[in-house]
Nanobody, 127 residues
Framework: QVQLVESGGGLVQAGGSLRLSCAAS????????MGWFRQAPGKEREFVAG????????AYAESVKGRFAISRDNGKNTVYLQMNALKPEDTAVYYC????????????????????WGQGTQVTVSS
């Protein structure tokens, strides 16, 4: 089992920045993928960004490309999401997800590809 704990959410004004962290514990794994998803009120959960632990390959949703950056520190079993130029429409609960399986990059945006999920952290962007 892998436990995921997110941190770093909060309230920020439009145009501001936040950095989310997701620390993994439990089963040790070196491969697989970690990702970020978000769910806004009244909307379905959607993919934000993902990173392959082995080679750092990344994938982003079109809505966040050029503004968000995902990175990982395998030694700390932690993945980060740097969010810049935040917009009110980025307001959501952000969830960290992980799989220990080596999935292809094309599956990274799919929720069904992930086996473990965190509890989520709230990000609120005021206008």
């Amino acid at each position: 089992q892998v436990q995921l704990v997110e941190s770093g959410g909060g309230l920020v004004q439009a145009g501001g920045s936040l950095r989310l962290s997701c620390a993994a514990s439990g089963r040790t794994f070196s491969g697989g993928v970690m990702g970020w998803f978000r769910q806004a009120p009244g909307k379905e959960r959607e993919f934000v960004a993902g990173i392959r632990r082995s080679d750092g390959g990344t994938a982003y949703a079109e809505s966040v490309k050029g503004r968000f950056a995902i990175s990982r520190d395998n030694g700390k079993n932690t993945v980060y999401l740097q969010m810049n130029a935040l917009k009110p429409e980025d307001t959501a609960v952000y969830y960290c997800a992980a799989t220990t399986r080596p999935i292809i990059m094309g599956l990274v945006p799919r929720q069904s590809a992930y086996d473990y999920w965190g509890q989520g952290t709230q990000v609120t962007v005021s206008s």
